[in-house]
């Protein structure tokens, strides 16, 4: 039997069907359960501790006193 096939029989088969399949093939000795490692996220560069003021002060200096 060719896993094309396999495939294809398996799509005609109900949801609660292919459920029982999934858990009967991770149930079997010679498959390895599939591990997904999710993506690495892009960690973000950390902002020291601003005061009320010091954001204040960023804000007029770097943003409303462009000219």
């Known amino acids: ?3 094309r096939d396999v495939y ?6 109900s949801k609660k069907e292919l459920k029982q399949f999934y858990k009967l093939l991770a ?3 010679d ?3 599939l591990i997904i490692k999710p993506k690495s996220k892009i960690k973000a560069s ?3 501790d601003f005061s009320l ?15």
Request: hydrophobic letters at 40%; zero cysteines; glycine letters at 0%.
């Open 1 to 3: 039997m060719v896993a």
């Open 53 to 67: 003021e010091d954001s204040i002060r960023y804000l007029l200096t770097n943003h409303f006193n462009k000219k």
């Open 8 to 13: 294809k029989i398996a799509l005609a088969l």
């Open 31 to 33: 498959i390895e359960p």
């Open 46 to 48: 950390k902002l020291p």
């Open 27 to 29: 149930q079997h000795p």
